[in-house]
């Protein structure tokens, strides 16, 4: 049972990240899926979420507007786009999958934005 982020990397202020996260080893369609992230010296903190079919979202205020979270449940796969980002966009990029009280981690991505 796995989750893999990717897609990180530094980009520049208005710039745009598309991150995924692909499960392997269960089925993803079941799971309720979020990104999180965390700065350094920061609390994680949750960035957006998905309902299993997709069909409804959630977002923190502070990327509502600038981020998009979708699924393809036939690539076992969750993305989160991510448009006109900010310095303090900058972090490591996690997705969660949750079903219950089962939990899974990805290993996150890091995601920079600076000049």
């Known amino acids: 049972v796995q989750l893999v982020e990717s897609g990180g990397g530094l980009v520049q202020p208005g710039g745009s990240l598309r991150l995924s996260c692909i499960a392997s080893?269960?089925?993803?369609?079941?799971?309720?899926m979020t990104w999180y992230r965390q700065a350094p010296g920061k609390e994680r903190e949750l960035v957006a979420s998905?309902?299993?079919?997709?069909?409804?979202?959630g977002y923190a205020d502070f990327v509502k507007g600038r981020f998009t979270i979708s699924r393809d449940n036939s690539k076992n796969t969750v993305y989160l786009q991510m448009n006109s980002l900010k310095p303090e966009d900058t972090a490591v990029y996690y997705c969660?999958?949750?079903?219950?009280?089962?939990?899974?981690w990805g290993q996150g991505t890091q995601v920079t934005v600076s000049s």
């Open positions: 080893g269960f089925t993803l369609s079941s799971y309720f």
């Open positions: 969660r999958a949750s079903v219950g009280l089962r939990n899974y």
């Open positions: 998905i309902t299993t079919a997709g069909r409804n979202t």
